[in-house]
């Protein structure tokens, strides 16, 4: 294996992530793979959500990964591995994002104008079916939670992925985006509350649970 700076070997002591690509860096054989094994998913379903379509968002991975392969000879981690990741996949999703809207192409978001409208009359349909003691599913869960993100603006919706499917920090989100600290809080202000609005349907929908239960959820859609 190639050696390491002091500095690199530092940081890949606190983040395994950043000890895998240490290893594509010196082009260890599998080690790329593994990376992308170790990311692929992640990496997609935090750009879905940016982008509101899985096809884009797959596009855009491999691009990530492909920018990530160029640069291994130049990596030297200065901050956790996903945060450099995520910065790649931010810078890139943006600017597909603007050169969608340059092409007048319409998006998810466009199409969902009437989310308040769907997530209500979907889970007020049938309500032998749709009792308010049910559960949803995991996919009819991820299908709420994916239309309600799409009411956000995709700064909004990029502060949230990382802060709740990430787990990130303010400052590492404020890294990857470009923000203060203050500026992300800001945004994770907003979008919590418009997602609460986009939501209400299915809290209102599932209030035969108590008030503690209920608050939880709420939380926890929010984290």
């Known amino acids: 294996m190639t050696a390491i700076g002091k500095s690199s070997a530092q940081f890949a002591l606190r983040d395994p992530d950043i000890r895998m690509m240490l290893r594509v ?4 054989e599998g080690a790329f793979e593994d990376l992308v ?3 692929q998913q992640r990496l997609v379903g935090i750009l879905r959500h940016i982008v509101n379509n899985r096809e884009e968002a797959e596009d855009l991975a491999q691009e990530v990964f492909l920018r990530v392969f160029k640069s291994r000879k130049s990596y030297h981690p200065s901050a956790r591995f996903g945060t450099w990741l995520f910065t790649i996949a931010n810078n890139l999703a943006l600017n597909h994002i603007r050169a969608r ?6 998006s998810l978001e466009a199409c969902d104008s009437g989310i308040h409208q769907r997530i ?3 889970n007020r349909r049938n ?3 749709q009792s308010p003691g ?3 599913d995991h996919a009819e869960l991820a299908n709420v939670i ?14 949230v992925a990382l802060n709740k499917f990430e787990d990130m920090n303010y400052a590492d989100i404020a890294t990857i985006m470009g ?4 500026a992300v809080k800001s945004l994770l202000s907003r979008a919590r509350a418009s997602l609460r609005e986009a939501l209400k349907p299915y809290i209102q929908m599932h209030d035969s649970r108590n008030p503690a239960q209920e608050s939880d959820e709420v939380k926890k859609e929010d984290s």
């Open 25 to 28: 860096r010196a082009d260890e």
């Open 37 to 39: 094994n170790g990311f």
């Open 101 to 106: 809207k340059k092409k007048g192409a319409i």
């Open 120 to 122: 209500s009359s979907d």
């Open 127 to 129: 309500p032998t079916e």
């Open 134 to 136: 049910k559960r949803l």
């Open 146 to 159: 994916r239309l309600a993100m799409s009411t956000l603006n995709e700064r909004q919706r990029m502060a």
């Open 179 to 182: 923000l203060t600290t203050k």
